[in-house]
């Protein structure tokens, strides 16, 4: 049904697009009589819930859906729902829709006697667990977040900043040798596989484009992985009795670890019921959790992490900002083709940074030079790949954040006490400013990282690299 008043939902949309945040509707506007219904939300949704005794029935969720993210609307293929589990519709509601919640299940994981509860932390939410407690957006509260999980009861906890200095490692190799080699099994451009929204963007509506997606998993099950094989061989720990939790700012974790072929670390040992990684909580998950324990965050110690899989490098840090991906790569990448550490400019890539939806680039590698550009905002990428497919841009590698901002701006993430944007960029901020503090700031730097391939995986695209980092044929 259309909106009678034309002006008021083109301030909607145009406030929705620029991040600006929640659009309230009442009855002076009308909405309640239109007769608009909510976003669809299927029962099963694994990450996203409607609670219809707090719905108002403006539908202002199925409009954004719909003309922001550009989903809703859109035709599947028979059997799959319409929804690609970004939340961001949590974000532009935030009363009757919420994640759905998996936080007592951490409780009663802590609970088990014969558990070994073991902890991930996302690079994006030690920038903005903080404001939970009122602190300051951007405020890096990561010395309390390790130290409340112990305080809850948590075995071990470790930084997922590991895993995305693995999956550089994966992921830059792969870039190089597609670049090396490119065929119809190893097309160009190859893009980025971290953002699960994305990957199920590509599925539902250009499944042409997935032989482009990069086969590396993203670093929340590189790390689930790493968890239930080398951490639980390393620290004596049968795999059978660890839950694995990622603490991320995403709700599409939590659909993304539930695929059926995320349990590569159970294939590996013979086991194959055991699941990379068991529990996906958001942001905001991780404060309802704390309070439910009557933990008070902000009175907690500072902790450190384990010193087993507990450390990244600078370029790991930005993994959290739209471009961090790309310029983490590319750091990589520059080393392994040259083999010398890039130029001073490959630590600011000011080109690739910047808040514009749509960012191009040509990078100079030294041995040949790169086409790339970045995106955010999954309802952006559209003319961006009818451009592509056109012939109208040319690219080799392309970064895709379905959330603005990138993961700062994920669907799991405090609701903004302010202008949305401006919260977003302070978190944005704060990470490049933890990369540029690091001694270590490439991926093929970490020493963690050499000990992994040193001692466990051997070669990035090896043999056991591929079976547990990549997928096999997206289909």
Partial sequence: MRMKDQSTRREFLKAASLGAGLLICNKQMGCA???????????????????????????????FCRSVTTVLGQQVPQGEDACIHCGQCIMYCRVALTEKFHFPAVATAIAAPNKIVVASTSPAIRVSLGEMYRLDPGTNVEGKTVGAMKKLG?????????????????????????????????????FTSCCPSWVRFVKLFYPMLLPNLSTAKSP?????????????????????????????????KKAEIMLPDMNSAGISLGKPEIRDVDIALTCREIAYLLKASEIDFLQVQDATYSSLMGAGSGASMIFGNTGGVMEAALRTAYKLLNDKNPPADFFDLRPIRGWESVRHATVDLGKRTLNVAVVHGIGKTRPFIDAIQSGEQKFDFVEVMACPGGCIGGGGQPYPAGDTTFIQQLRLGALFQRDANQEIRLSCDNPQIKAVYGEFLGEPLGKKSEALLHVGKRI
Avoid at 35 to 63: K, T, V, Y
Avoid at 164 to 169: G, P, S, W
């Fill in 33 to 63: 009589q239109l007769g608009w219904g909510p976003l669809p939300i299927a029962p099963n949704n694994p990450s996203i819930q409607h609670h219809m005794g707090r719905c108002r029935f403006c539908g202002d969720c199925r409009e």
């Fill in 154 to 190: 948590v075995d071990h906890v470790l930084d997922t900043t590991f895993a995305a200095d693995l999956a550089i490692m994966e992921e830059a190799s792969e870039l190089l040798r597609r670049l090396q080699k490119s065929d119809t099994e190893n097309p160009l451009p190859m």
């Fill in 220 to 252: 929340v099950l590189m790390q689930g992985t790493m968890v239930k094989t080398y951490f639980a061989q390393k620290m004596g720990i049968d795999p059978e009795k660890i839950v694995h939790i990622a603490l991320t700012p995403c709700t599409a």
